[in-house]
């Protein structure tokens, strides 16, 4: 009986380990991003507030994405930089960083593939708090833009 329980047990383990493991953040917390350069300043509008069609696509796209942080009041954002990536080298890249709630959205490169996560700016794993923090949603939006991203690094 008792190795059936343990079985049972370590099964559970197992499978409660890959359900964390898919979820979490691809990209790794970027120690020292605070000093980073900005490289753009803007804000997320609110979720009532219309988006400027006038905007690039991925633009709207990622306002649309985001524009329920902060209880739909969108944020406040900056995009940094790591001034030591050099065009697509192992090692965190960039971040967008919400600034109203203390979020970061991580862009960094392993083997010459990009990765992706959602961090507070302390350090917290925020890839399991919304659906839109998920990593494979980064990854579908940062590839489907092939003029504005390069190497999973995104522009405009």
């Known amino acids: 009986m008792k190795r059936i329980h343990l079985a049972t ?3 559970l383990a197992a499978t409660l380990c890959f359900s964390i493991a898919q979820a979490a953040s691809d990209a790794g917390f970027p120690k020292g991003w605070e000093g ?6 803007g804000a997320i509008p609110p979720k009532a507030e219309p988006i400027p069609g006038d905007l690039p696509t991925i633009v709207k796209e990622t306002f649309k994405t985001y524009n329920w942080v902060n209880d739909g009041k969108g944020s406040a954002y900056k995009i940094r930089m790591n001034p030591a ?3 697509g080298a192992d090692g965190p890249a960039a971040v967008l960083e919400l600034t ?25 794993d ?8 998920a990593p494979k949603v ?4 940062h590839s489907g833009y092939g003029e504005a991203c390069v190497k999973g690094i995104c522009n405009h």
């Open 9 to 11: 047990s370590l099964a």
């Open 36 to 41: 980073w350069p900005v490289l753009k300043e």
């Open 85 to 87: 990536h050099k065009d």
């Open 100 to 124: 109203d709630i203390k979020a970061l959205l991580v862009t960094e490169h392993l083997l010459g593939e990009p990765l992706y996560g959602a961090w507070s700016s302390d350090g917290k």
């Open 126 to 133: 925020l890839a399991e708090a919304h659906p839109s923090l």
């Open 138 to 141: 980064c990854a579908a939006c």
